[in-house]
């Protein structure tokens, strides 16, 4: 038995194999952040915040300038952007132009903060000068009066209100009230009718592209008077502003979603103007969110209505057409069911009711006709039985 143990403990050890290394690839930290940042850049987008993912995906970039998806993402917002910033900017520039100087400054602003080195934007916004308004006079609103008049009355011209309106700092050339007290600037090459009125002196800050305005309606006024007032349009006399006034509140109803009102003010204005592209545009948008709102409350023929009137703005309105084939169909199918779920019930007369809705709109509609008749049928089936009761 010692041996036996002797030889046991003298054998030799029998070694293992070593063990296989497996090598578990381990992610670059940074890649974590590109992750990251491509993550909250999509959840940006998803809320709405184009600025917010641009800057993330921007943010990715600048860890990994490699990475494909964040490239792609960054680009394309980029000129999602640039895109959205002109819109604001000529927005702003419609409004300047009407003499909604707050209007335009707040689209300005947006525009600035879609696209920050927006050039012609920053120019706007930082660029002004001194310009020399050498008399001026008090005048205060009477009734019926609008800043176009008060600039016919002093310069001749209705369409020199932005003159006023900028130098009063008014923000919205058509909000004015009786008894307010307006300053109107003399010009220096604009003819100025002040009369016997007090005059006084002062100066204003405007930008450079306003100046540019201002002296554009001077050289307006020298070639107006070298016309013969013969040939001066009467329509060209009227104020406008008091067009802008109805353009502008028929945009404020669209926004507000009271779509009928909209349509009612747009129609003043097409009636002064017929080819005022704000108002032909947005009154094809008032009908096409009235054809929707009664779609959606299952109205659907008087929806279908108003998308057939969407086409007379926009004859190529390819939802509009979907949309009116949707309508109808629907609405057969609506009545059909309807007129079904009454002659089920034994309500005949409400069922003949439902299926001549559908009738008018298709005769053949799933067999409606032969429906009327076999309620039509069994009714005077039941008259007879009652008689002879």
């Known amino acids: 038995m010692v041996m036996i143990g002797i030889a046991s403990a003298c054998a030799p050890a029998v070694k293992k194999p ?21 993550r909250r850049g999509m959840e940006y987008e998803d809320k709405g915040d184009l600025v917010g993912a641009f800057k993330q995906y921007k943010l ?54 879609l696209w920050p080195d927006y050039p012609e934007v920053v120019k706007v916004l930082t660029s002004k000068k001194r310009f020399d308004m050498k008399k001026y006079i008090v005048h205060t609103i009477k009734p019926g009066e609008s800043l176009s008049k008060v600039a016919m009355i002093y310069y001749g011209d209705y369409y020199k209100f932005p003159i006023i309106a900028k130098y009063n700092d008014i923000s919205d050339a058509t909000d004015i009230k009786v008894g307010q007290k307006i300053k109107v600037p003399e010009i220096e090459g604009i003819e100025f009718f002040a009369g016997n009125v007090a005059v006084k002196t002062a100066k204003v800050e405007i930008t450079d592209s ?16 070298k016309k013969p007032e013969a040939e001066v349009k009467e329509e060209e006399k009227k104020p406008l502003d008091e067009v802008a006034i109805y353009r502008d509140h028929g945009v404020d109803l669209f ?8 349509i009612f003010v747009f129609n003043k204005v097409l009636n002064i103007h017929p080819e005022d592209s704000i108002a032909l545009e947005y009154s094809y948008k008032s009908h096409f969110q009235q054809g929707i ?23 190529d309105c390819q939802k509009c057409h979907r949309y009116i084939k949707e309508s109808e169909s629907l ?20 069922a003949i009711r439902q299926w001549k809705l559908v009738k008018i709109i298709d005769p053949n509609y799933k067999r409606v006709d032969y429906l009327i008749n076999k309620a039509n049928t069994i009714l005077k089936k039941i008259e007879e039985i009652k008689k002879t009761r």
């Open 210 to 225: 306003e100046l540019k305005k201002l002296k554009k309606y001077t050289m307006e006024g020298k070639e107006e008077e």
């Open 331 to 350: 609405y057969k199918e609506m009545h059909y069911r309807k007129g079904m779920q009454f002659f089920e019930n034994e309500l005949l007369i409400e």
């Open 60 to 113: 990715a970039m600048t860890v990994n300038p490699k990475n494909q998806e964040a490239l792609e993402n960054r680009n394309r917002l980029e000129m999602e952007l640039r895109s959205s910033a002109k819109e604001h900017y000529k927005t702003g520039l419609k409004f300047q132009k009407k003499g909604k100087y707050g209007l335009a400054r707040r689209q300005f602003l947006i525009a600035l903060r």
């Open 293 to 315: 709102a009664l779609f959606d409350k299952k109205d659907y023929m008087v929806a279908k209505d108003q998308f057939e009137v969407c086409l007379q703005y926009r004859s």
């Open 255 to 262: 926004m507000k979603k009271k779509y009928q009102e909209a």
């Open 18 to 38: 070593p063990k296989e290394i497996v090598s578990i690839p381990v992610e670059a930290p940074e890649e974590k952040f590109v992750k990251e940042y491509l």
